[in-house]
């Protein structure tokens, strides 16, 4: 996805006016380079004068570690997905009363918002698509946008234009569900080497008063509200948005389809917020042995990155239909999160501490078992996830793990190994106390017996 260079110098104009950007903040960067939002982290900051503050994977993970950073640091300002904060916040990351937090990615739950605002001097939730240049929207969030499930999206940015349209591109009533479009200097020319898909999604603006002027549909469906803010009502199309990755799921089911013992293929996201994860519904050609979980993902793995592989795979007898005879999305994807994820046979090795690392797998990854060989994150978990394993497993085994042991450690065997030797170190730290108490006890004891045998030698001994 190509991005002009005046896109992007006039996105970071913008955002140094709103939200705003100052040669004081000392901003700390999060994001991956392979996530567009990152620009702003990166160059946002150099512009005015300011400072750029680079987390490593490691500490992005733990919240803890995260955290203390920001504090050493100085941090002033952050920028992450929904999920990257509630990381913070679960980890018990007080913020700070000038602290700015930068949100989005993904809708903003209202619980999360309440509990950001609670810690920072400004909460900006951001909108945008990468096909206008990262943000394209902003708004400051206030105690008045919490009244739904979601904070809405807030007005464009500078040099941007954001419409509710109908099919055909014209501006709907206020209150009325529509597509949001965008136009405006941000506009990327469009997909490389894909035409048919650029015609598609960047069409003439009927209404833009300027010979060429382009819109940009997002497949987003939305609602214009009477304060100008706009509700987010969901996606038209089968795109998902999970932990801040837009995810085509016709991609996903493309690559199923094409195995050979599959017949269809249907691919939703089930849960919300930290527990969404992917699932594959899939109906297998009569006759044909259905392949194991690890052997789909082996078949996806050479073709989709990992944040594209489902968690589950669920066999469906049939789909689910709409009244119109399309396939219900919905409906499938509260069966098949309902359904018992198929897993291998569990492993009777298990033992402890195996064995309570498995339940707390099973717990929060929504699985009735779990064996050995098995990987947290290719079950479907992530850092969030992880953080609430390791707080389970320090809790119930006494434990010191660190979150940053469940990535090291990613199958339930390795991570199994790491708390054994924890435990192990710790009954022989415990050993080595009792065995130095105990010594000190005998020494006392021992001493007082001769002062009592010489005090008794004294009081016995015959008067010469």
């Known amino acids: 996805m190509p991005i002009r260079h005046d896109s992007l110098s006039g996105f970071l104009r913008s ?58 640091a100085g941090a002033t300002v952050m920028q992450a997905t929904p999920a990257g904060w509630r990381l913070l916040v679960e980890a018990g990351w007080p913020g700070g009363p000038e602290f700015r937090i930068f949100c989005g990615g993904e809708a903003l739950g209202t619980d999360l918002a309440r509990e950001l605002l609670a810690r920072g001097r400004e909460v900006w939730n951001l909108y945008g698509p990468t096909e206008t240049a990262i943000w394209s929207a902003a708004l400051k969030v206030e105690a008045a946008h919490l009244a739904g499930s979601t904070v809405p999206v807030g007005g464009a940015i500078d040099g941007t234009q954001i419409r509710v349209v109908d099919p055909r591109g014209m501006p709907v009533p206020l209150g009325v569900p529509g597509e949001l479009a965008i136009g405006g200097v941000g506009l ?25 002027a382009v819109l940009y549909r997002t497949g987003d469906r939305v609602r214009l509200r009477g304060d100008g803010t706009i509700a987010f009502l969901g996606r038209l199309d089968g795109q998902v948005k999970l932990r801040g990755h837009r995810i085509e799921t016709g991609e996903i089911e493309a690559r199923l389809a094409a195995h050979p013992g599959i017949a269809q293929a249907v691919v939703v996201a089930s849960g919300e917020g930290a527990s969404a994860r992917l699932v594959a519904g899939l109906r297998w050609r009569e006759g044909v042995t259905p392949s194991t979980p690890d052997e789909l993902r082996a078949h996806l793995a050479g073709s989709l990155p990992a944040y594209m592989l489902p968690a589950a795979y669920v066999p469906v007898p049939a789909f689910p239909l709409t009244p119109n005879g ?3 999305r919905r409906a499938l994807a509260l069966a098949v999160g309902r359904e018992p994820v198929a897993r291998p046979a569990a492993d009777l090795r298990l033992g402890e501490p195996a064995a309570a690392i498995a339940a707390v797998w099973c717990e929060v990854l929504g699985l009735g078992q ?23 497993l320090n809790e119930r085994l006494g434990l010191t793990l660190d979150v940053v042991d469940i990535f090291r450690f990613p199958t339930l065997e390795t991570l199994a190994g790491r708390a054994a030797g924890l435990m192990t170190g710790r009954a022989e730290a415990a050993a080595a106390d009792t065995a130095q108490a105990t010594g000190r006890a005998a020494s006392i004891v021992a001493g007082r017996e001769r002062l009592a045998g010489r005090r008794l030698a004294r009081s016995t001994t015959a008067p010469r």
Do not use: W
Request: proline share 6%; glycine share 12%.
């Open 188 to 212: 990327s020319p469009g997909y490389r080497r894909k035409p048919a898909l650029t015609a598609e999604k960047f069409v003439p603006d009927p209404c833009g008063g300027i010979t060429g």
């Open 370 to 392: 779990v064996a050995l060989s098995d990987n947290f994150f290719d079950l479907g978990g992530h850092s969030l996830l992880a953080m609430a394993v390791q707080r389970r």
């Open 15 to 72: 955002m140094i006016h709103r939200p705003g950007l100052a040669a004081g903040d000392r901003l700390l960067a999060v994001t991956t380079v392979a996530f567009d939002i990152a620009a702003l982290e990166l160059f946002g900051p150099l512009v005015v004068g300011g400072t750029v503050i680079l987390a490593d994977a490691a500490t992005v993970r733990d919240g803890g570690r995260l955290a203390a950073l920001a504090a050493d």
């Open 326 to 328: 399309k396939i219900d």
